[in-house]
């Protein structure tokens, strides 16, 4: 069955970078393109942006352009999502999701990761 | 930018029928999915393509999508049904991915 499992909590302090990973297994790796979408406290989603496990090419939020690195490691068919400079805004959930269709257009998101509480403190 | 508007709230009594709004500008010439997402968990899909539906979500689920307003139908609700509701829709002049601002669902 397909699996999307995500590193554990991090607290970082603003200016800080943090780097969220999310293993993946039930499929082939390089077929599906990944996207991560946050969520802050009691608010709603905000996609960050896709990366093709394939070819590594990604596409960002231009919100996110300056500060967010999306990247894979096909050997262990796992990406990550880094975001650097934190600000004490960018506290909250951190999911990766899993493209339902194969060319990535349009498509869904049919499974997700667990999610990754990233805590922006001093 | 292009702007997706769910109503915050909707209340609905258990066997009834709770219909879920999501409006943006011609978004009849969209494809809309609809996520589920209750407390402490991660969202599931519970209807794609505007009307599809991934095989383990009950038929209760529905949805539709015209002019300018899409809608989640869910039929016979149960309380297991209260959660939060999220449209999301493919910006294909960017590339991007653009979610509604959500909608909580309460079962009275």
């Known amino acids: 069955q397909v699996q999307l499992v995500q590193s554990g909590a991090e607290v970082k302090k603003p200016g800080a970078s943090v780097k969220v990973s999310c293993k993946t297994s039930?499929?082939?790796?390089?077929?599906?393109?990944l996207h991560w979408v946050r969520q802050a406290p009691g608010q709603g989603l905000e996609w960050l942006g896709w990366?093709?496990?394939?070819?590594?090419?990604?596409n960002y939020a231009q919100k996110f352009q300056s500060w967010v690195t999306m990247t894979r490691d096909t050997s262990i068919t796992t990406a990550y999502m880094e975001l650097s400079g934190l600000k004490f805004n960018d506290t909250g959930m951190y999911y990766c999701?899993?493209?339902?269709?194969?060319?990535?257009?349009?498509?869904?998101?049919?499974?997700w990761g667990q999610g990754t509480l990233v805590t922006v403190s001093s | 930018s292009y702007v997706l508007t769910q109503p915050p709230s909707v209340s609905v009594a258990p066997g009834q029928t709770a219909s879920i709004t999501c409006g943006g500008n011609?978004?009849?010439?969209?494809?809309v999915h609809w996520y589920q997402q209750k407390p402490g968990q991660a969202p599931v899909l519970v209807v794609y393509?505007?009307?599809d539906r991934p095989s383990a979500i009950p038929e209760r689920f529905s949805g539709s999508n015209s002019g300018d307003t899409a809608t989640l139908t869910i039929s016979r609700v149960e309380a297991g049904d209260e959660a939060d509701y999220y449209c999301?829709?493919?910006?294909?002049?960017?590339?991007?991915?653009?979610f509604g601002g959500g909608t909580k669902l309460t079962v009275l």
């Open positions: 039930g499929y082939t790796f390089i077929d599906s393109y």
């Open positions: 011609n978004i009849g010439g969209k494809s």
């Open positions: 990366i093709n496990p394939r070819s590594g090419g990604t």
């Open positions: 999301q829709v493919w910006d294909g002049y960017g590339d991007h991915w653009l």
């Open positions: 393509d505007d009307s």
């Open positions: 999701a899993r493209a339902r269709k194969y060319y990535n257009s349009g498509t869904d998101f049919d499974f």
